[in-house]
């Protein structure tokens, strides 16, 4: 059982940015991918981005494409999404997700509100 411990959130003015963190409980070198989603209020999860660990390629929904940055850290075990010029369409719960084959493991939600 993986557990993933997100930090992070906050609230933060339109424009402004705000990093995110999720440190997994063990190494991040045996997964497949690991990724951030957000739930707005009324929506559906969506994937904000994903990032393979074994060739660092990262993907990112096409919403955030040039404010957000999504990077991980083996040393710590911890994978990072670096948010830039947010809007208040930003303004969701991420959640971090981790892929091993076919298993996978969510972490409990950081709340980032974005006022305009």
């Known amino acids: 059982q993986v557990q993933l411990m ?13 990093r995110l963190s999720c440190a997994a409980s063990e190494s991040i070198f045996g ?19 994903r990032i393979i660990i074994d060739d660092g ?3 990112y929904a096409d919403s955030v494409k040039g404010r957000f940055t999504i990077s991980a850290d083996n040393t710590k075990n911890t994978v990072y999404l670096q948010m830039n010029s947010l809007k208040p369409e930003d303004t969701a719960v991420y959640y971090c997700n981790v892929k091993l084959t076919i298993d996978e ?9 974005v006022s305009s």
């Open 6 to 18: 997100e930090s992070g959130g906050g609230l933060v003015q339109a424009g402004g940015s705000r």
């Open 31 to 49: 997964f497949n991918a690991m990724g951030w989603y957000r739930q707005a209020p009324g929506k559906q999860r969506e994937l904000v981005a």
């Open 57 to 59: 390629r990262a993907d």
């Open 105 to 113: 493991w969510w972490g409990q939600g950081t709340q980032v509100t």
